[in-house]
């Protein structure tokens, strides 16, 4: 919980049997302060601790992106995560196919092997969670994403008003930010993180720093594309895979320039495949969010709107394949680009709600046609039935 905020005080109600006389069942109650759907809201003031990590937008460009060697120290980690869970308390999954809570380690004080096998983890569950995470401040933070590559710039969002910090992107708002969702439907706000890049990024990491009370909204949503791979039909994955699709950062870009906002890099669209691998589990994924994809390359403009719309569908609105996250201050959400899509979620006005992220870039997208899904790796290892829809509506199993 952010500093300073108090949730509603809850008294026990009396189980005495004794029968209530008429002066006191007159009297107000005062069992609880309980109000459905309000929270306490935090008043703050100049004293404010994360000051230096308040939203900034630099005057500042920078040259475009060009390619650099990614070596995923995921490929390093243990299978099983022995050396990351060898700290832990507890771990359990948000579900089969996506999100997992770690708790009990520190990401401030991680050995090689631990990060190795962490990044294993995130590729593997594509969003890992971590509660309480004191210890782990912007220089952690930052040290951390460093371990796994070169962190992301971003061109467009804000950065910490501190020095230095260029690579962080800082999410606020503010007890008086407007009502976004005028700007967006809810299925645009799904999205991997600047997939228009060259190099997108893999492991990303959010510390919310200060956010609503529990039960004050703010809650973010991961989707799974490895399962939304394992959704379609073979046809369709088969089809699919034939297929790149357009990235684009011009509408990101524009919406910065109408704001008076300096795009501190050329805004570019760059082709990818529909259907990706991800170098860590050798697993094929969906590569698609309705946030940057803006074409299917090679076929009609009817046919591409198609395909972007029955993939929109399938990420925003399969409840099997998302994992929702419910903030407290301090809280850590880590999670892989390559294989997830993500959406915030509003109503937690008149809350702040401050956090910082690092994303690091990863390697150029690419499809190993031989490669599995997650249903076909994991049918193999625990021999567990994989679902196939035979057409007529009705779920049948296989060996």
């Known amino acids: 919980m952010a500093p300073g905020l108090v949730e509603p005080q809850y008294q026990p109600i009396s189980t005495s049997n004794s029968t209530p006389t008429l002066k006191q069942a007159s009297k107000p109650s005062n069992a609880h302060n309980y109000i459905p759907g309000r929270t306490t809201v935090q008043k703050y003031d100049d004293t404010y601790e994360y000051e230096d990590l308040r939203p ?15 070596i995923d120290k995921g490929q390093l980690g243990d299978p099983n995560f022995k050396n990351l869970l060898a700290d832990a308390s507890g771990v359990f999954d948000y579900n089969p196919k996506i999100g997992t809570e770690v708790h009990g380690v520190d990401l401030a004080n991680l050995t090689d092997a631990q990060k190795n096998d962490l990044a294993r983890l995130i590729a593997t569950r594509g969003v890992v969670f971590f509660r309480d995470q004191k210890n782990f401040g912007i220089d952690e933070q930052r040290e951390l994403g460093k371990y796994f590559g070169e962190l992301h710039k971003h061109a467009t969002t804000s950065v910490p ?21 005028a700007l967006f439907t809810p299925t645009f706000l799904w999205h991997s993180d600047v997939t228009y890049e060259k190099q997108p990024p893999s492991y990303t990491s959010l510390k919310v720093l200060t956010g609503p009370p529990r039960g ?16 379609l039909s ?42 990706r691998t991800n170098p860590v589990t050798g697993w094929k994924s969906v590569f698609f ?43 850590v959400a880590f999670w892989d680009n390559r294989c997830t899509d993500h959406s915030a979620t509003y109503g937690f006005a008149p809350h702040r709600r401050h956090a910082v992220r690092v994303a690091v870039r990863a390697e150029r997208p690419y499809l190993d046609r031989e490669s599995k899904s997650q249903e076909e790796e994991l049918s193999e290892r625990y021999a567990v039935p994989k679902a196939l829809k035979d057409g007529s509506g009705v779920l049948n199993y296989n060996d």
């Open 161 to 181: 008003t501190r020095e230095g910090l260029e690579d962080v992107h800082v999410i606020f708002n503010g007890e008086e930010s407007p009502d976004m969702r």
């Open 289 to 331: 969010n309705p946030g940057f994809v803006t074409k299917i390359v090679g076929v009609p403009k009817t046919e591409s709107n198609h395909i972007i719309s029955l993939l929109t569908e399938i990420v925003a609105t399969s409840p099997e394949v998302h994992a929702r996250f419910q903030w407290r201050a301090g809280d």
């Open 216 to 231: 004050g909204g703010g809650d973010t949503l991961w989707s799974s594309q490895y399962a939304a791979y394992d959704m």
């Open 234 to 275: 073979p046809y369709m994955q088969k089809y699919l895979e034939s297929l790149t699709a357009l990235h684009s950062a011009e509408l990101q870009a524009q919406g910065s320039r109408e704001l008076g906002r300096t795009v501190r890099r050329k805004p570019v669209t760059t082709e990818h495949p529909v259907i």
């Open 56 to 70: 900034h937008y630099p005057d500042i460009t920078w040259p475009a992106y060009t390619e650099i060697p990614y």
